[in-house]
């Protein structure tokens, strides 16, 4: 069965650093895009960023481009986001989830794992 | 990237049927077929329930159905039961890889 186990969560001072990682198993992780998604506490879903199957081409939205970056490894079946300058509203649960092979929708999701930037 | 617009709550009894739009624009909903929707309680993660505006991931009751009409989606909960009480959330891809999400829905089972 499709398992996504998020983790790197924690934190952080405005204006630093983090890394989250995505474990997948239960699937053939090379063929599939994958997505970040974010939850601030209280609120609604916002979708975050996508990469493809092979990583060849990334998509971010405006709230995040330029400061966050995804990525993901192939042969050790994880998927990264890596997140600079971070600001208070950045503080949310991400969840990685997992893109149908159409593309067309996000098939399966993690838990998640909760970013706090705060001093 | 405006988010889709969702009512922010809506309530129906046990048996009951309820209806929750989504109202997007032109360049999401209205331009693809590709509005999926989301179940999710309190603490966990959302789970897939409708995608592609009306077909039903395998193991999802047929209690759900969803539809669209120019742009706006909406998804139907028919029978309603109390495991129902839920947040729900649609989701439209909207060109150039990109998803918007809606602002979510909070279903009361009265």
């Known amino acids: 069965q499709v398992q996504l186990v998020e983790s790197g969560g924690g934190v952080v001072q405005p204006g630093g650093s983090l890394r989250l990682s995505c474990a997948a198993s239960?699937?053939?992780?090379?063929?599939?895009?994958m997505h970040w998604v974010r939850q601030a506490p209280g609120k609604g879903l916002e979708w975050v960023a996508f990469i493809r199957y092979d990583g060849s081409n990334k998509y971010y939205a405006d709230s995040v481009k330029g400061r966050f970056t995804i990525s993901r490894d192939n042969s050790k079946n994880t998927l990264y986001l890596q997140m600079n300058s971070l600001r208070a509203e950045d503080t949310a649960v991400y969840y990685c989830?997992?893109?149908?092979?159409?593309?067309?929708?996000?098939?399966?999701w993690g838990q998640g794992t909760l970013v706090t930037v705060s001093s | 990237q405006s988010a889709l617009t969702q009512p922010a709550s809506v309530s129906g009894s046990p048996g009951q049927s309820i209806t929750i739009s989504c109202t997007g624009t032109s360049s999401d909903v209205g331009s693809y077929n590709l509005v999926s929707w989301y179940q999710q309680h309190p603490g966990k993660a959302p789970k897939l329930m409708i995608y592609e505006g009306s077909k039903r991931p395998s193991g999802v009751s047929n209690r759900f159905s969803g539809s669209k009409s120019g742009n706006t989606a909406s998804l139907t909960i028919s029978g309603l039961q109390a495991e129902d009480e839920a947040d729900y959330y649609c989701c439209s891809y909207a060109g150039s890889s990109s998803w918007v999400f809606g602002g979510g829905t909070k279903l009361t089972v009265l």
């Open positions: 989830a997992k893109s149908s092979g159409s593309g067309s929708y996000l098939g399966y």
């Open positions: 239960g699937f053939t992780f090379s063929s599939y895009g």
